[in-house]
Nanobody
């Protein structure tokens, strides 16, 4: 059974940092990513690593502040979030196993974690 388990969320003041982790079990994934969803908003792309392009995919809103990395031996992907802003507040979801080429579309990912809450206070 495939599982994605996120950890590392929490409450932080604006300007602070958090590091999210997503550990996959049940199979090895060559492509994994992060999405987020704020109350009343659609789920949006944050960052991803893909076998074809590496860990180079970022939403414009997080470029220069967030950094994605992966540990293939642990089948784990990380999201280092620096200079956090109140607008980064959301539930962050790990996603894996995209079935299509559109990295930024949540609909192409086959597997999802349960989500971890990130709250940034002003």
């Amino acid at each position: 059974q495939v599982q994605l388990v996120e950890s590392g969320g929490g409450l932080v003041q604006a300007g602070g940092s958090l590091r999210l982790s997503c550990a996959a079990s049940g199979r090895t994934f060559s492509s994994m990513g992060w999405f987020r969803q704020a109350p009343g908003k659609e789920r949006e792309f944050v960052s991803a690593c893909r076998w074809s392009g590496g860990c180079t995919y970022y939403a414009d809103s997080v470029k220069g502040r967030f950094s994605i990395s992966r540990d293939n031996a642990k089948n784990t992907v990380y999201l280092q979030m620096n200079s956090l802003k109140p607008e980064d507040t959301a539930v962050y979801y790990c996603a894996a196993g995209p079935t299509g080429r559109d990295t930024y579309n949540p609909g192409v990912y086959a597997y999802w974690g349960q989500g971890t809450q990130v709250t940034v206070s002003s």
